[in-house]
Structures are given as C-alpha cells and as structure tokens.
C-alpha cells in the first residue's frame, strides 16, 4: 500500500472516532445521561465497545491504524491539554502524601503481580508485563515494559487486553460504588484512591468525570505521578533484564528501546504555564472543550479496542489477581 493510500485509511479510522464522539456529545446533552451522571466520555466508549462487538468485522481493516492512534497520540495530546484544567495550586493541595501512596501502590502492585504470577505458575513476562501495566497507567506502560523486555507479541497483547478489560470494569464500578456508599470517601481521598488504583489514564479521566470535578482533578494528578513512574520502574526493569535482552538481542539483530512518557511531562509543563493565568478565560474554556471532545475520541477508541475475544484471550490467570492489586492498593 502507497504511503498517500495508508494516510488516507488512517483518515477514515480518525473520522470514525471522531463521529463517535460527536454521537457522544449529542446523547451527552440527553436527560438520561444527565440522570446516570454519565459523562460524553463515558457514552464514547460504550459506543466503542458496541461497535468492537458488532460492526468492526464489517469494516475494512485498514482502518484498524486510525482507531489505534486515536487510542494512543490523540489520548495523550488529550491528556496534555488536560493540563488547562489544574494548577501547581492543585498539585500543592493534593500534598506529599499522594506522591508517597502513588509509589507504594507502584511498587506492591508490581510485587504482589508477580508473586500471584509465580503462585499461578504463569508466563513470567506475562505476569510482569500485567502487574506493570495495572501498577503505572494500564497498556502504555505495557507497551513501554515491552521495549525493555521484548518478549513475544502475543504476551504483550495477552496482557494489554487484560488491563484494558479490568480498567474499563472499573471505570464503570466506581462511581456506582462511589453513588451507593460502598466508598466512603471524601472527595479528595476519593481522588487519590481513584486515580492510585485505576490502571489506564482514560479510564481515570472517566470515572473521575463520572464522580464529579473535585474527585477528577485530584484522581488525574495521582494518576499522571503514577505515570511519571514509569520512567524509573523502566530503568529498574532495564537493568534486571538486560544481560537476557543483550543476548536475545544479539541473536535477532534487534535494538531495544525504552519509552519514555513524554505525554507526562507535556502535562506538567501545560499545568505550569496554566499557573501564570496568561490566557483569558474564554480561551482556556475553549480548549478545555477540545481536550473533552479529543479525550472522547481516544475513549470510544479504546472500547473500539475492548473485544469479547481479548476476554477470551486473557484468560483466567492473568486476570484472577487483578481485584487484588485494588485490595493491596
């Protein structure tokens, strides 16, 4: 396939998503979704997991590379442009305890998947790759632990869908839980509960949406630290493995490259010039309003992504323990 003919089967999987999320938008504005509290971004990837469980075989695959970049760069853009809604003033209520819960979660999430792993007797990189994946920020951190220890691609998907399905589930449990009493938080702790135990940073942007703005803010500072950890746990994972990796490496003639979340440091960077208020408020309003609508697309896109069939192929060891990495949360 010619490169003009490959952008423009991109195009179409973009612009799919994208009247998805317009759908969104629309049923958004409707009574019941202002009853059920659900929040366009919620509606987008309802549609998406309808469409990943009816019409997706329908539709020619070239389209496929549109839906994954809107679940991947135009989630993180999203992500960025988030940054217009928080302050440092935010992050310096948030408070020294939230960084010290985000790095016990990171690193008890991580021990308890691969001890759970090890128990099971399951794939080792599948166990690792799960247990990083629920502990930092769901698939991306999946993908990212996958540069450091390249191992074959069906572990990478096996584990990817896993954390995709648990993150999803939880999105939508937590603010039913939160509505019924069963969380008996204040908003802030609420927050960071949220935003420690929720692995993908979409399904956070969600269910905080879902729980009100005082949860939301606080949970996506949480998570974006988690995300921010990655970096080190990369770097941990990195050196452990390296010595097998070099030899794999040498054999395939490959190079192994660890990814860095960019996205995250964009955010803070966008949280530091949105500090200084230098933008007047009907323009921050208005992009405020294009994060929601990119944040939707990248939502429906990720249920575009949430297939009966990643049920079947994570199967059940990958997927027992994940109730307990909230427990030991």
């Not at 007797?121 to 502990?135: E, F, H, P, V």
């Not at 009493?181 to 927050?191: R, S, T």
């Given at each position: 396939?010619?490169?003009?003919?490959?952008?423009?089967s991109?195009?179409?999987?973009?612009?799919?998503?994208?009247?998805?999320?317009?759908?969104?938008?629309?049923?958004?504005?409707?009574?019941?979704?202002k009853?059920?509290?659900?929040?366009?971004?919620?509606?987008?990837?309802?549609?998406?997991?309808?469409?990943?469980?009816?019409?997706?075989?329908?539709?020619?695959?070239t389209?496929?590379?549109?839906?994954?970049?809107?679940?991947?760069?135009?989630?993180?853009f999203?992500?960025?442009?988030?940054?217009?809604?928080?302050?440092f003033?935010?992050?310096?209520?948030?408070?020294l305890?939230?960084?010290?819960?985000?790095?016990i979660?990171?690193?008890?999430?991580?021990?308890?998947?691969?001890f759970?792993g090890?128990?099971?007797?399951?794939?080792?990189?599948?166990?690792?790759?799960?247990?990083?994946?629920?502990?930092?920020?769901?698939?991306?951190?999946?993908?990212?632990?996958?540069?450091?220890?390249?191992?074959?691609?069906?572990?990478?998907?096996?584990?990817?869908?896993?954390?995709?399905?648990?993150?999803?589930l939880?999105?939508?449990?937590?603010?039913?839980?939160?509505?019924?009493?069963?969380?008996?938080?204040?908003?802030?702790?609420?927050?960071?509960?949220?935003?420690?135990?929720i692995?993908?940073?979409?399904?956070?942007v969600?269910?905080?949406?879902?729980?009100?703005?005082?949860?939301?803010?606080?949970?996506?500072?949480?998570?974006?630290?988690?995300?921010?950890?990655l970096?080190p746990?990369?770097?941990?994972?990195?050196?452990?493995?390296?010595?097998?990796?070099?030899n794999?490496?040498?054999?395939?003639?490959?190079?192994?490259?660890?990814?860095?979340?960019?996205?995250?440091i964009?955010?803070?960077?966008?949280?530091?010039?949105?500090?200084?208020?230098?933008?007047?408020?009907?323009?921050?309003?208005?992009?405020?309003?294009?994060?929601?609508?990119?944040?939707?697309?990248?939502?429906?896109?990720?249920?575009?992504?949430?297939?009966i069939?990643?049920?079947?192929?994570?199967?059940?060891?990958?997927?027992?323990?994940?109730p307990?990495?909230?427990v030991?949360?």
């Amino acid at each position: 396939m010619k490169l003009t003919e490959q952008r423009s089967s991109m195009l179409h999987g973009v612009l799919l998503m994208a009247l998805f999320a317009c759908a969104a938008f629309y049923l958004g504005d409707m009574e019941f979704a202002k009853i059920l509290s659900f929040s366009p971004m919620i509606i987008g990837i309802i549609l998406g997991m309808l469409y990943a469980n009816s019409l997706r075989n329908n539709l020619p695959e070239t389209w496929t590379p549109g839906i994954v970049f809107c679940s991947k760069r135009i989630l993180r853009f999203g992500i960025i442009l988030y940054g217009f809604k928080l302050t440092f003033q935010d992050i310096t209520a948030v408070g020294l305890p939230a960084i010290i819960i985000d790095a016990i979660v990171v690193t008890v999430t991580i021990l308890l998947g691969l001890f759970v792993g090890k128990l099971l007797k399951m794939d080792r990189s599948i166990a690792l790759l799960t247990a990083c994946g629920s502990a930092i920020c769901g698939a991306a951190a999946v993908m990212g632990v996958d540069g450091a220890i390249r191992p074959k691609p069906y572990k990478t998907a096996v584990a990817v869908a896993t954390v995709v399905i648990f993150g999803t589930l939880s999105m939508f449990l937590y603010p039913v839980l939160y509505r019924a009493g069963v969380f008996d938080l204040p908003a802030q702790q609420m927050g960071i509960f949220a935003g420690s135990t929720i692995h993908e940073v979409a399904h956070v942007v969600g269910a905080g949406n879902a729980m009100g703005a005082a949860i939301s803010d606080n949970a996506i500072i949480v998570k974006m630290i988690r995300v921010m950890m990655l970096v080190p746990v990369l770097l941990v994972i990195a050196f452990f493995v390296a010595k097998d990796v070099a030899n794999r490496e040498q054999t395939e003639g490959k190079k192994s490259k660890i990814q860095v979340p960019w996205f995250a440091i964009m955010f803070l960077l966008v949280i530091c010039f949105n500090s200084f208020n230098l933008l007047p408020e009907p323009v921050v309003k208005g992009i405020v309003t294009l994060d929601t609508f990119l944040l939707t697309m990248a939502m429906t896109a990720l249920g575009a992504e949430t297939s009966i069939d990643k049920f079947k192929k994570a199967g059940f060891k990958p997927s027992c323990w994940q109730p307990l990495s909230i427990v030991g949360s």
